[in-house]
């Protein structure tokens, strides 16, 4: 007789989403402000952009996979748990890094590019600390992918939540997004500053309650037995093993290529917008567009899990990033005028149809790599393969500044100056879609070769019950 499992709460589902809000809120926001902050109001030439981006990926090399493996080798204690107990210490500092980010002291560009550089590598490490455990607790909370599909939602909904907020306070708060006079005085400059330092801080008190409310009710971890705990093997062991997992390389580079494509949309968003589409003074449109897409994103997620249960999980991420680059070639075409304005809109709001299927499918893949590792090995590393995954898409905002990076170097626009001329915009026009449509092709290619699907899959999932039953 088969030992009916028991079914998990659907508040124990939303709770354990609500995760993705701090999650997701710092780091969209990093993402679609910091480059444009340091960039076009403190002055940055973007070469040294560039180059802090690079010392910050040089930083995560480190970083992400190490705290994976600090996380899967913490003995579990009743009170603090194992990942819990990461939680508990990074959640401040998550919170107050939304503020620090802005408050760079304007006037000195060697002084700004040294905090710009400590700051966004504290960042990393904060961020990190939390994501891994985050991440790790998915697969070991929730494992079974009916389960992980079911709870899927909520977390994609609830990352949804996450980056309308980071989309739209700052374009309420901020207007407009960037300096678009000739020459701003430096007390112009400094009011952006306080705009920005204000949009964090709004966005700090966010994070801080809605990670208060995940670690005291969302979080629910097993002991884990000392005999596996010992069984864990050494960093260097763990990111041997995680390295030579083939299969988890073939979906983690399909992953970077897949962020790729989202960084660079947002990194370069408000600018495009701003000379592209000529919203320069109503900022609140670019954060209405970015809602419109996301609202999108989360309409078609329960469409996108019955494609997935239909045809496949993989299958149903080659499907998407497919129609994806489809999506992103009106981008080219468009311009400044009242009319193309609003189908501007309409264009940018319609990426979510995509973004949907992206934000689903690839935690369930990743939850599906880690489950194989475990029936080879008979452990679960679920910390350790969400720091190296991470690391390797970290690459992906390194590629995509220094995609942006040439090519404003190219066109002239090496250090920020408002109203650019006729390469720039094409320049920005490339960049929202050749560059992205290139990424998407390669994931494409990536996810051909993976092949822990269809039978392969099946016959993985009926060894990790075996094994799970055989511990019961």
């Known amino acids: ?13 939303a709770l354990f989403g609500l995760s993705a809000i701090p999650d997701q809120l710092t780091y969209q926001a990093f993402t679609i402000l910091v480059f444009t902050f340091y960039f076009a109001v403190v002055g940055l030439p973007v070469l040294f952009v560039m180059a802090a981006y690079i010392v910050w990926g040089i930083w995560n090399a480190l970083n992400d996979p ?20 990461f939680l508990i210490i990074s959640m401040i500092p998550l919170s107050l890094i939304m503020i620090l980010l802005f408050s760079v002291p304007i006037g000195n560009k060697l002084i700004a590019f040294i905090y ?15 994501s891994v455990n985050v991440n790790a607790l998915f697969p070991e909370m929730f494992p079974t992918e009916e389960e992980r599909a079911k709870t899927n939602i909520f977390v994609k909904g609830f990352i949804i939540i996450a980056v309308i907020c980071a989309s739209l306070i700052p374009t309420i708060v901020i207007s407009p997004l960037i300096p678009t006079e000739e020459n701003p005085s430096q007390s112009t400059i400094l009011h952006f500053q306080l705009m920005y330092i204000n949009a964090g801080l709004i966005m700090a008190v966010i994070i801080f309650f809605t990670a208060l409310i995940f670690i005291t009710k969302g979080v629910q971890e097993k002991e884990q037995l000392t005999e596996t705990l010992e069984k864990q093997p050494s960093f260097i062991d763990s990111l041997k093993f995680t390295l030579k997992n083939k299969t988890f390389l073939k979906f983690t580079l399909a992953n970077m290529c897949i962020w790729y494509c989202f960084t660079t949309l947002l990194t370069a968003l408000p600018l495009y917008c701003t000379w592209v589409l000529g919203i320069k003074k109503d900022a609140l449109l670019i954060g209405i567009a970015l809602m419109l897409a996301l609202l999108i994103a989360a309409f078609v997620l329960p469409l996108h899990m019955k494609i997935g249960q239909k045809i496949g ?15 992103l070639f009106p981008f080219v075409l ?10 501007g809109i309409i264009i940018i709001a319609i990426q979510g149809l995509a973004l949907g299927g992206a934000l689903f499918y690839v935690d369930i893949l990743i939850g599906d790599v880690i489950d194989s590792d475990e029936v080879e090995f008979g452990i679960k590393r679920s910390a350790s393969y969400y720091g190296i995954n991470a690391f390797i898409h970290r690459f992906s905002q390194i590629f995509s500044v220094i995609t942006i990076a040439l090519i404003f170097q190219g066109t002239g626009w090496s250090s920020y ?7 720039i915009i094409l320049g920005l026009k490339l960049i929202m879609f050749l560059f992205p449509a290139i990424a998407l092709i390669i994931g494409i290619l990536f996810l051909k070769l993976f092949d822990l699907h269809g039978d392969k899959l099946k016959e993985m999932r009926s060894k990790l019950e075996q094994i799970h039953s055989k511990r019961k």
């Open 417 to 423: 100056k408002p109203n650019p001329g006729t390469n």
């Open 66 to 85: 190490l705290l994976g493996a600090l996380s899967d080798r913490t003995k579990y204690k009743k009170r603090w748990g194992r990942r819990k107990f």
């Open 313 to 327: 999980m993989r299958n149903g991420l080659i499907f998407t990033l497919g129609l994806w680059i489809c999506l």
């Open 1 to 13: 007789m088969t030992e009916e499992k028991p079914s998990i709460k659907t508040s124990k589902r």
């Open 116 to 130: 710009f550089i400590i700051i966004i590598l504290t960042f990393e490490f904060v961020y990190t600390m939390w």
């Open 334 to 343: 468009l311009y400044d005028d009242p009319t193309i304005r609003i189908i």
